[in-house]
């Protein structure tokens, strides 16, 4: 059973940068599909990234041409860039495996 963890969340402001990171153990990444997910206070869970076992990526409207999302599979990571942050970027980010594996999250708050 693949577990994943995820880190790099925190507080920035508007316009600012992070980094989020997606360890996985328990299993080799490089034939999984991979994806980013984020929940704000009050919504429902939400697509943002995805990518392929080999490199096909979507992103969701409301962050394309701002985030990246990228995999090196010799570390068994996945990481989502993400540039020009908004207040309305804000939430828990997760990663999610195929099959249905989720990490437990991080947090992302974009305020100054």
């Known amino acids: 059973q693949v577990q994943l963890v995820e880190s790099g969340g925190g507080l920035v402001q508007p316009g600012g940068s992070l980094r989020l990171s997606c360890k996985a153990s328990?299993?080799?990444?490089?034939?999984?599909?991979m994806a980013w997910y984020r929940q704000a206070p009050g919504n429902q869970r939400t697509f943002v990234a995805y990518?392929?076992?080999?490199?096909?990526?979507m992103y969701a409207n409301s962050v394309k041409g701002r985030f990246t999302i990228s995999r090196d599979n010799a570390k068994n990571t996945v990481y989502l860039q993400m540039n020009s942050l908004k207040p309305e970027d804000t939430a828990i980010y997760y990663c999610?495996?195929?099959?249905?594996?989720w990490g437990q999250g991080t947090q992302v708050t974009v305020s100054s």
């Open positions: 990518i392929s076992n080999n490199f096909n990526i």
């Open positions: 328990g299993g080799p990444l490089g034939t999984l599909a």
């Open positions: 999610n495996a195929e099959g249905g594996c």
